[in-house]
C-alpha cells in the first residue's frame, strides 16, 4: 500500500503506555477452554460486536460507561501510529466527499491508540478484545498490537489487511452519522427475537465490510494507493474473520443462526462490492435478497 508521505490525521490520540482501567472477562466461559475464549474474544469486538454477544449464545451484556474524561494523547511518531494516522486521513478525505455529495457533512471520528486495556464511552475494554468503534464518544480504540494477532494467530498479513480493520470501524461510524445504527438497534429491541436481532447484525457488519471496500475504491481512484496485492491481503483477513471460520474454530462446529458478523464468503464478497462498485447505494445490505 502507498502511504509513506500521505496526510495525517489530526485525529488520533496516543494513549500507549496510559492506564485506561477494565476487567477482563473469565476463563473458560460457555465451556470453552482458553483458546477458544481467546479467539472469540479477540474477534468479537473486532469489528464492533461486545464479546458477550458471542461468548453468551448471542444474548448481549448490559455495560454501563466508565469514562473518567480521560485526556488525549499526543501524535504518534512511530512507524506503525503513523501509517495509521495517514489510513485515517484517507478515510476522512474520501467520506468528506461522499457526504458532500449527498449534500451532508463528514464529522470525523477519533482513532485512539492504547496498550493493554482503555476507557472508552461504551465502557472499559481490554486489548484482547480487538479494535471496536463507540457510538457514543464517536471512536475508534485500537490497540496496534492486535495486527499480530491478525498476522500470527489468523494468516492475515500485510498492510492493506491492516487498513482494512481501520476502514471497517469508521464505516461503523458512517453508518452512526447516518442513522443506520440506531434504526437497527431499535429493530433488535423491537423484535424480541434473538435469531431476528443476530440476522440484522450481520446485515450492519457486511454494509460495514462494503463501505470499507467503498473507501478503498475512492482512494484508489483519487489517490492510487494500491499495490500488487493489497487487494488480496483485504479478502484474506475478511475471510480470517468470519463467523464460520471462527466458530469452526473455537468449538469445531457451526451455527449460522449465532452469526453476527458474517459468513467468509459474505464478508468477502461485501468488501469485493464496494471496491468494485464504489457507488454508496451498492451497500445497502439491508435491502439485499442475497447476502
Known amino acids: 500500500m502507498r502511504w509513506q508521505g500521505g496526510r495525517e490525521s489530526g ?16 476463563i473458560g466461559v460457555g465451556g470453552l477452554g482458553v483458546g477458544g475464549v481467546l479467539v472469540l474474544v479477540v474477534v468479537s469486538l473486532f469489528l464492533g460486536v461486545d464479546p458477550t454477544v458471542l461468548l453468551n449464545g448471542g444474548e448481549p451484556e448490559t455495560r454501563t460507561a466508565d ?9 504518534p511518531d512511530d512507524e506503525l501510529g503513523r501509517f495509521v494516522s495517514v489510513v485515517l486521513a484517507d478515510t476522512e478525505d474520501t467520506w468528506r466527499g461522499l457526504f458532500q455529495q449527498m449534500g451532508r457533512q463528514y464529522q470525523d471520528p477519533t482513532l485512539v491508540l492504547f496498550t493493554g486495556a482503555v476507557a472508552s464511552g461504551c465502557g472499559n475494554a481490554q486489548a484482547a478484545m480487538g479494535p471496536f468503534y463507540c457510538p ?4 475508534v480504540y485500537i490497540d496496534l498490537g492486535f495486527y499480530r494477532e491478525l498476522r500470527d ?11 482494512y480493520v481501520i476502514a471497517h470501524e469508521v464505516g461503523h461510524h458512517v453508518q452512526n452519522l447516518l442513522g443506520i445504527s440506531d434504526k437497527v438497534e431499535a429493530a433488535q429491541r423491537r423484535s424480541g427475537d434473538r435469531r431476528e436481532a443476530n440476522a440484522l447484525s450481520v446485515r450492519l457488519e457486511l454494509q460495514a465490510d462494503c463501505f470499507a471496500g467503498l473507501w478503498a475504491n475512492h482512494a484508489n ?3 492510487r494507493i494500491l499495490e500488487p496485492g493489497d487487494v488480496e491481503e483485504a479478502l484474506t483477513a475478511a475471510s480470517a474473520i468470519g463467523d ?3 466458530q469452526r474454530q473455537a468449538r469445531g462446529t457451526v451455527s449460522p443462526d449465532s452469526f453476527t458478523h458474517g459468513s467468509s464468503e459474505q464478508r468477502v464478497r461485501w468488501f469485493r462490492t464496494g471496491l468494485q462498485g464504489g457507488e454508496l447505494r451498492q451497500c445497502d445490505t439491508f435491502a439485499a435478497d442475497r447476502l
Open 11 to 26: 485525529n488520533v490520540e496516543d494513549r500507549r503506555g496510559g492506564f485506561g482501567g477494565g476487567g477482563g472477562l473469565p
Open 67 to 75: 469514562v473518567r474524561n480521560a485526556p488525549p494523547g499526543s501524535a
Open 136 to 139: 457514543a464518544d464517536r471512536k
Open 153 to 163: 494467530r489468523f494468516q492475515a498479513p500485510g498492510d492493506f489487511a491492516q487498513a
Open 221 to 223: 481512484r483519487d489517490r
Open 244 to 246: 464460520d471460520r471462527l
